[in-house]
């Protein structure tokens, strides 16, 4: 290949050490359209229609797969019975959405919800809808995987915990832009006591 294209610097090093010549590596991040998915307000249509007014809402919006650790936020959720009012919700679909439904009816986990994949035109408004979005990458994908909706999130400024390796591109991202909280992969424990201290007013969401 005369350049290969990566989308994040760890990508990048993760090809060069597989042998690409680093003159031929080229990053290019992933990107939205910021005329299309701008901020709307917290309480909107589609955040009533769904029922999310007067809710703390924690959403994880895209594709519902391996990657992106929903296990995790399937277990916190079971954790943060003291939470008023907590309303989980996975928007989306994927090659793993039957199994998290039945993970989440076998454990009871009452405070989850799913729904599937939203029009274009109401992504600003579901987006939105959030009071904090999760953005899981399953540890050991750094540098593989580089979560496309961490941009959406951005887009429409609401902020986000992302359970990503250090190393990651979402959590150097995070940590470089201020727009969120970065704990590790894959502990149910430290994601329940980050969601109640985000309930609990702790963290500024604004």
Not at 15 to 32: A, D, S, Y
Not at 106 to 113: E, F, I, M
Request: proline share 6%; hydrophobic share 45%.
């Amino acid at each position: 290949a005369d350049a290969v294209v990566a989308i994040g610097e760890t990508m990048k090093q993760r090809l060069e050490r597989k042998g690409v010549r680093p003159e031929r590596v080229r990053v290019i991040p992933n990107w939205v359209d910021t005329t299309v998915l701008v901020p709307e307000p917290r309480e909107n249509p589609w955040a009533l229609a769904n029922g999310f007014d007067d809710r703390f809402v924690v959403m994880h919006s895209g594709n519902i797969g391996h990657a992106q650790d929903l296990d995790t936020l399937i277990r916190a959720s079971l954790l943060l019975d003291d939470v008023a009012g907590l309303a989980v919700t996975l928007v989306g679909f994927g090659a793993r959405h039957a199994h998290y439904v039945q993970l989440a009816e076998h454990l009871g986990a009452d405070k989850v919800t799913f729904l599937g994949y939203q029009p274009r035109d109401v992504l600003p408004q579901s987006l939105s809808s959030a009071d904090i979005h999760f953005v899981g990458l399953a540890r050991g994908l750094s540098g593989y995987v580089v979560p496309s909706r961490l941009y959406g999130i951005l887009a429409v400024a609401r902020p986000l915990i992302a359970a990503a390796e250090e190393d990651s591109e979402t959590a150097q991202l995070v940590r470089r832009v201020g727009c969120g909280i970065v704990i590790p992969p894959g502990e149910p424990d430290v994601l329940a006591r980050t969601i109640r201290a985000a309930a609990a007013g702790e963290y500024d969401l604004e």
